[in-house]
């Protein structure tokens, strides 16, 4: 069987038995040392090395690389049991942690390396760079969301995603549109039901005076039920969840049987659509403190 050329990579280092303790053990108290066991006769080992010297090297040093070629170095390898190649060992402070034998798909690689070495700095740096990114407008996630679906008009997650796109933006009848075209195996996800839930409240608003003469009618009477109710709902489909579920708080204080406890029956409705856990939990033991 032919030899397959392989160069070394950066960050690696060729295992020898004069090196082996200094350069693996002992590098491995300092880093981890990802040990791969090949050989020149197969190119499935050889092509997995270039692949652990790609990754490896986005570590910039933080994780080394040992190449031990089991055909030159037998008893190197018979140290680790080794039974086939390739065979793939993290060392951590001078003992084997983990391994997998076989060649990997590069993204399963890339999670064993960061369960054993974190991720790579540049992963980190990206990270940090996209957080520093101003977050995508509705209007950005519509234009890119509907040129995604033009390349893959089969993925119907995707146009769920533009009826919510739709939604944040403030078009209803336009959400209400995509969600309704939706296949049925998508109308039990979450995110549909709660976009079913938005809409229910944008029905109500119907004929509703906007928010400032609700809010002027209130100032004028602190009583006046009617107002406050459409408020809250206005204001939760403007976005403005705590100051929408305030309303119906105060309404409960105010006569919490009013309209057949619909105050109560809105904020039951809301707490299904909004999607902040920490927020629901403390406006719930709010309403509970009013109700009971």
Request: glycine fraction near 6%; proline fraction near 6%; charged fraction near 25%.
């Amino acid at each position: 069987m032919p030899d397959f050329p392989s160069a070394p990579p950066t960050h690696s280092i060729d295992i020898t038995a004069a090196n082996f303790e200094a350069e693996l053990l002992q590098a491995s108290m300092a880093l981890p040392v990802l040990v791969d066991f090949w050989t020149p006769r197969s190119e499935v080992s050889v092509k997995l090395g270039e692949l652990l010297g790609k990754l490896v090297g986005e570590y910039q040093g933080a994780v080394r690389l040992a190449r031990i070629e089991v055909d030159s170095q037998p008893q190197v390898a018979a140290m680790f049991g080794i039974r086939s190649v390739p065979t793939v060992v993290i060392v951590r402070d001078g003992q084997p942690a983990d391994g997998f034998a076989g060649a990997l798909p590069e993204n399963e690689i890339r999670e064993f390396l960061v369960r054993h070495a974190g991720a790579p700095a540049a992963a980190d740096e990206a990270a940090e760079s996209d957080a520093d990114k101003p977050a995508e407008s509705p209007e950005q996630a519509i234009a890119r969301l509907q040129q995604e679906i033009a390349a893959a008009p089969d993925r119907a997650e995707l146009k769920l995603d533009l009826a919510v796109a739709h939604m944040q933006a403030g078009n209803a009848a336009a959400a209400r549109a995509e969600l309704d075209a939706l296949p049925a195996n998508l109308e039990s996800d979450d995110r549909a039901k709660r976009l079913r839930g938005q809409l229910e409240f944008v029905d109500l608003l119907k004929d509703a005076p906007p928010a400032a003469e609700l809010e002027a009618r209130i100032a004028r009477d602190s009583k006046d039920l009617a107002a406050r109710d459409l408020l809250g709902v206005r204001l939760l489909i403007d976005g403005q969840l705590e100051a929408g579920l305030d309303q119906f708080l105060a309404i409960l204080e105010i006569d919490r049987h009013w309209n057949e406890g619909q105050a109560r029956k809105r904020l039951i409705a809301a707490f299904l659509f909004i999607d902040d856990a920490e927020l629901v939990g403390r406006y719930r033991r709010r309403m509970s403190t009013l109700l009971f």
